[in-house]
């Protein structure tokens, strides 16, 4: 097809990045007659700046950073919105081999349960004298920060007092670990296996553990350059839709890791990819656990723009006392999410779509068809702890928080 569109994309080197890398490198770009650029990145702090500097038109980007960007948090930043997401997974939580032996002491085991191994990481805590424990994560307004925190907190964990977190960016997390720098981190792949696999790490929990089918990563994209490019953003969503197709059959896992795997892209051994996407995870100590919706790319509407994600990740800010709880943040935070543009770039593919734009997270404990074909499943979505949340009852979810 002709080049109607040139658009750059800027991306982190990480798994989750695969959909803009697959789009680019296979082909479903050009096949929509789009120019796709690619710019690696280090950081997410370096990715909103080139964002706010047009730089970049659309990023591979952390699930709340448009929000906290949209809400004067994350500046400089331009007005963003996310027409999509890049995939649902795909994070786990790494500790040192020191803080690993503490917490087996105390019960933790190789299964990776987080109501279990968050237990046995309180009882630690709770026996530590001197300085606390360090944990890192990816960026304050992060999927990583927030998964963590709640992890920690359901497990009966001050994330403010009984540990200190710190930021990092994720290339950095193993070789931190290994000198001792931090004893734990929360990060996306492949970071988590070189960290069990080359710099002597353990795994404790993993996102699909904590929060299933949560969402993680999304496509930001700069609100001016959409107004001005529509054609260009509906092109570019069927592109990624295709690419997510293309992830998610088990046939193409080896091409893919092989292609992440080269400089321009992760830039790290196909034995440090593979593992995530075939869900077969090195924990630490040789063991090896499945964990088959560690990372989704496209089934249970995987790149869907949820607004109650949105809105959680919100809930999470002003848990956390990052912004105050008003009714017109949480009206930004639930417009920055935009399924009415998901909706009208793929609904000629004739593919299953949510009907509904929100749902009640943590209320779908075995995966369900939804709508009048029942061709669309979505869930098992359901939080460690029991928790549920209704993005139309914001206010009472974060009272309830405020009060734990």
Not at 172 to 180: I, N, S, T, W
Not at 307 to 323: C, D, E, G, N, P
Not at 371 to 380: C, D, E, H, T, V
Request: charged letters at 20%; glycine letters at 8%.
């Amino acid at each position: 097809m002709t080049t109607r569109h040139t658009i750059t994309a800027g991306f982190v080197p990480l798994l989750d990045s695969a959909l803009l890398v697959v789009a680019h490198e296979m082909g479903f770009a050009e096949e929509q007659g789009v120019a796709l650029t690619l710019l690696r990145e280090r950081s997410w702090a370096s990715i909103r700046d080139r964002l706010a500097v047009r730089h970049i038109d659309v990023a591979h980007i952390l699930g709340p950073m448009p929000i906290a960007g949209n809400l004067g948090l994350n500046v400089p930043a331009p007005q963003m919105i996310v027409p999509m997401a890049l995939g649902l997974g795909g994070n786990a939580v790494t500790v040192s081999p020191a803080l690993w032996r503490a917490m087996a002491d105390k019960g933790a085991t190789d299964d990776l349960d987080a109501r279990a191994n968050g237990a046995a990481l309180r009882e630690v805590i709770a026996s530590r004298t001197g300085a606390p424990l360090r944990f890192g994560v990816v960026h304050p307004y992060s999927g990583h920060n927030y998964e963590l925190r709640y992890w920690l907190a359901a497990s009966g964990i001050d994330p403010d007092r009984d540990i200190e977190i710190v930021v990092l960016p994720p290339p950095d997390m193993g070789d931190a670990l290994a000198e001792d720098v931090i004893d734990g981190y929360c990060a996306g792949e492949p970071w988590n296996t070189f960290g069990v696999l080359r710099r002597g790490g353990h795994l404790a929990t993993v996102k699909a553990a904590i929060w299933r089918s949560s969402p993680e990563k999304v496509l930001g994209v700069n609100a001016r350059w959409r107004e001005a490019n529509p054609e260009a953003m509906a092109a570019l969503l069927v592109a990624l839709h295709q690419a997510s197709l293309w992830c998610a059959r088990p046939e193409n896992h080896a091409s893919l890791a092989s292609l992440l795997a080269k400089p321009a892209y992760v830039g790290r051994d196909v034995e440090l990819l593979l593992p995530a996407l075939s869900g077969h995870l090195p924990v630490g100590g040789g063991a090896v656990r499945f964990i088959g919706d560690f990372f989704v790319p496209n089934a249970r509407a995987a790149t869907f723009p949820w607004k109650s994600h949105a809105l959680w990740f919100y809930t999470q800010m002003v848990r956390w006392r990052q912004i105050e709880h008003t009714a017109e943040s949480q009206r930004i935070a639930a417009e920055t999410y935009r399924p009415d543009i998901y909706r009208a770039a793929l609904r000629d593919l004739g593919i299953a779509m949510p009907s509904a734009s929100a749902k009640v997270e943590g209320a779908l404990t075995v995966a369900t068809p939804v709508g009048s074909s029942g061709a669309l499943m979505l869930g098992p979505d359901g939080f460690f702890d029991g928790g549920r949340f209704d993005p139309d009852d914001v206010d009472a979810y974060i009272a309830a928080q405020s009060d734990r």
